[in-house]
Nanobody
């Protein structure tokens, strides 16, 4: 059973940066596609970014393009989300997700989910 544990969330001011991490265990991380999603209070969980197993394919939702970067370190079984120029509308619980197949932005394609890490951006 694959387990995903997020970390790195916190409270930052507008324009600040955070690096979210997601550590994987219990599976073959290096073969999985990974994604980041987020859910703000009262809203649906939405796609943020995705990366395929060898980092050759990445995908971002329009609202974070140019500000967020997804990356992975397969020997460390970890995927990262580098979030820069944060805005109050980025406030949400951020979840990482994994799948044996690359589904990009499709939430239903991801089989494994972490518990989430809170990101709060103050204005």
């Amino acid at each position: 059973q694959v387990q995903l544990v997020e970390s790195g969330g916190g409270l930052v001011h507008t324009g600040g940066s955070l690096r979210l991490s997601c550590a994987a265990s219990g599976g073959t991380f290096s073969s999985y596609a990974m994604g980041w999603f987020r859910q703000a209070p009262g809203k649906e969980r939405e796609f943020v970014a995705a990366i395929n197993w060898n980092s050759r394919i990445t995908n971002y939702t329009d609202s974070v393009k140019g500000r967020f970067t997804i990356s992975r370190d397969n020997p460390k079984n970890t995927v990262y989300l580098h979030a820069n120029s944060l805005k109050p509308e980025d406030t949400a619980v951020y979840y990482c997700a994994g799948s044996p197949v690359y589904y990009g932005s499709s939430r239903s394609g991801y089989a494994y989910w972490g518990q989430g890490t809170q990101v709060t951006v103050s204005s």
